[in-house]
């Protein structure tokens, strides 16, 4: 790095982990290009998020604003049981976003100069202090620091770390999105400014609403987001993951991509799991979609002057409503450590090394509780 230059960070990966690192990282005083594979928006999953205080604090700290308000309030948590009666009401009040939200308004907050789509990260090596990243057009872009955002099957981690591999947990979520004029009005009702969820016997259910398509938190205007864990064998899994042009998707399944026979089945299996209100939610769900549940955790995020940041260091369970809260601190924390970097004697490497240490400690926590969260709700023994 010359004096008195900025420093640059190459970012790969343009979705939440990403945009967050490239957004807290200028605000503290670096250069961030963003090299996303995906030559397209990436809006096609928009699904819910809980928002997160580690969120909350991450763009403000960048100075990125959301719509007011960013999401859509519950005010209860209800637990429903097999005949829709409410078995037990907790007051406890949250906000959920969606996905689309944050990644709009991130990505509207950065100069499109600094965004690269269609870009695909495939190695890197070392000249001098520099790093320099390779991609698959041919293109190589140096710079002080790479930061491998770049999601659960991570090319930077594979390069890195290649024992490192997601495990499956032996279930999935189905996910679905409703909006809110075509749920049937008891179920609707039932749900309305509320978090609810239908536990049972090795499956579980929820359900909250989101804003709207285009981030609208109109009463009438926005979403029910469910969620429906169940368990599948490995066997299993494999088929569903054939989509329905006959491709094998290598981890999920996004909308739209479902078997039409895999829909009918899930539709036909609903009464035997679920209550009135959560079987209404899959009914009216025109394009359910599938994430498997899987457990990874990085035993490292720096490499000299490569990291591992968001999904591609640590993944969290959904039941710790974590991965994009843990992104956000990783980001914010790293562009903390690296804001002194370049005016004051405290280096990348020495600054990294702190980062580090606090960064695998929230994400082995969070790995953790998931862990032990999901497998008592799905009655899974090891
Ligand atoms: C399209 C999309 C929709 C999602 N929707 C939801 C949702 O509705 N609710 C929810 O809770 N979570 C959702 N997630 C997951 C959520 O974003 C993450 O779990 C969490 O925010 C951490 O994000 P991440 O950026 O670390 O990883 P990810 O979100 O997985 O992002 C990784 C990014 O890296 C890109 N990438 C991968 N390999 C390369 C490469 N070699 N070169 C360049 N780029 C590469 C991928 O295309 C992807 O955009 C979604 C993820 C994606 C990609």
Redesign the pocket.
């Known amino acids: 790095m010359k004096s008195r230059e900025k420093p640059r960070a190459v970012v790969?990966?343009?979705?939440?982990?990403?945009l967050l690192t490239a957004n807290t990282l200028r605000a503290a005083g670096w250069d961030v290009d963003v090299?996303?594979?995906?030559p397209d928006q990436?809006?096609?999953?928009?699904?819910?998020?809980v928002l997160q205080p580690d969120v909350l604090d991450a763009l403000a700290y960048a100075g990125v604003e959301l719509p007011n308000p960013p999401g859509v309030q519950s005010y209860d948590r209800i637990y429903l049981d097999r005949d829709d009666h409410i078995i037990e009401q907790l007051s406890m009040p949250q906000m959920q976003t969606?996905?689309s939200l944050l990644y709009r308004a991130m990505k509207s907050a950065l100069p499109a100069y600094a965004l690269h789509a269609g870009?695909?990260?495939?190695d890197f090596h070392m000249e001098g202090e520099q790093i320099v990243a390779q991609f698959e057009s041919g293109r190589s872009e140096q710079a002080d620091l790479l930061i491998g955002?770049?999601?659960?099957?991570?090319?930077l981690r594979r390069r890195l770390l290649p024992e490192v591999v997601p495990q499956y947990a032996g279930y999935v979520a189905w996910r679905g999105l409703v909006d809110e004029p075509d749920l049937a009005g008891v179920a609707a009702d039932r749900l309305r400014n509320r978090f609810a969820f239908q536990h049972g016997e090795g499956y579980s259910g929820l359900c909250y609403l989101i804003p709207g398509e285009n981030d609208s938190t109109i009463s009438g205007q926005r979403r029910f987001n469910w969620v429906w864990y169940r368990k599948y064998s490995a066997a299993r899994l494999d088929e569903l993951l054939v989509d329905r042009h006959g491709v094998k998707r290598a981890f999920s399944l996004?909308p739209g991509s479902t078997k039409g026979a895999d829909i009918d089945h899930l539709r036909e299996d609903a009464p035997k799991w679920l209550g009135p209100t959560f079987r209404a939610l899959v009914d009216s769900t025109d394009d359910p979609f599938m994430q498997p549940i899987v457990d990874l955790l990085s035993p490292k995020m720096v490499f000299g002057r490569a990291v591992l940041?968001?999904?591609?260091a640590s993944?969290p369970r959904?039941h710790t409503a974590g991965?994009?809260a843990k992104?956000a601190a990783n980001a914010h924390a790293l562009a903390l450590a690296l804001s002194s970097t370049w005016q004051s004697g405290v280096t990348i490497d020495s600054a990294l090394k702190r980062w580090e240490s606090q960064q695998l400690q929230r994400g082995k926590l969070m790995a953790e509780l998931g862990i032990s969260l999901g497998d008592r709700l799905m009655k899974i023994v090891r």
């Open positions: 790969i990966g343009g979705s939440l982990g990403g090299f996303e594979t995906s990436l809006d096609s999953r928009g699904g819910g998020v969606s996905w870009e695909t990260f495939v955002a770049d999601g659960i099957r991570s090319t996004p940041l968001g999904d591609a993944v959904p991965s994009t992104a």
